[in-house]
């Protein structure tokens, strides 16, 4: 009678546990073809809302760089609650700052081989600029959740991008649960493309975006 138990119990949790692993599906994969626009790269695609996921970014390093009077990256896409440092690696003198709703903030001027930091802890669209130099422009985008991607030369994208997690010292973040998720994009020279899909319990969902030229909106409303 107690080893019927026993063994009752062991199937009782091996079912559990399958059941649970099941809830996690998989990925949103695809290609965004913009019209008015020379490249589909550099467009950010990313899931509105999803199911809670701890993610721990204490030790991610997130980098905009300052290279030959330019932003590096010209797009980059952050966790709430990221620390991004801003090095100085030309040969002159910048100061960033940004007088978007998300983050207001001014570094001041200074100099080649200097090192400035800044923590993003509310979600939005962080346009950076540079008093010194006015051609200088770059976007923070701060999201909510890890589930999101940055285009390829071709437009494609697979979310959760998880290349681009592990680089930056994010692992262990889970393809979404099964269900419907509203899909979009952000480029600061395109509209806003958005599409319901839905993660099927097992397998990848595809979807084409086909954002067009205008103003772009806000990430999350």
């Not at 721990?56 to 030959?68: E, G, R, W």
Request: aromatic residues 8%; glycine residues 6%; contains cysteine.
């Amino acid at each position: 009678m107690k080893r019927s138990s026993t063994i009752l119990l062991v199937l009782t949790l091996a079912l559990i546990l399958v059941a649970s692993s099941r809830t996690w599906a998989g990925n949103i994969a695809g290609v965004v073809q913009p019209q008015g626009l020379r490249s589909p790269e550099n467009i950010l695609v990313y899931v509105v809302k999803a199911a809670p996921v701890s993610v721990d970014i204490s030790q991610t390093k997130y980098l905009m760089d300052q290279q030959q009077l330019t932003f590096i990256p010209h797009i980059l896409p952050v966790l709430v609650g990221a620390k991004v440092e801003f090095p100085n690696n030309d040969k002159v003198a910048h100061n960033v700052f940004s007088l978007s709703q998300a983050k207001k903030f001014n570094l001041g001027s200074y100099k080649s081989g200097e090192i400035k930091t800044v923590v993003f802890d509310q979600p939005g669209v962080i346009d950076l600029r540079c008093d010194v130099h006015q051609e200088m422009n770059a976007y923070i985008l701060v999201l909510k959740n890890p589930y999101f991607a940055v285009t390829d030369k071709e437009g494609r994208f697979t979310i959760p991008d998880q290349r681009s997690l592990e680089k930056q010292g994010i692992k262990g973040v889970p393809p979404l649960t099964a269900g419907k998720y509203l899909v979009k994009t952000w480029h600061e020279k395109l509209r806003t493309a958005k599409e319901k899909v839905e993660v099927p319990v097992n397998g990848e969902v595809t979807v084409i975006l086909k954002p067009k030229r205008g103003a772009p909106g806000v990430l999350y409303k």
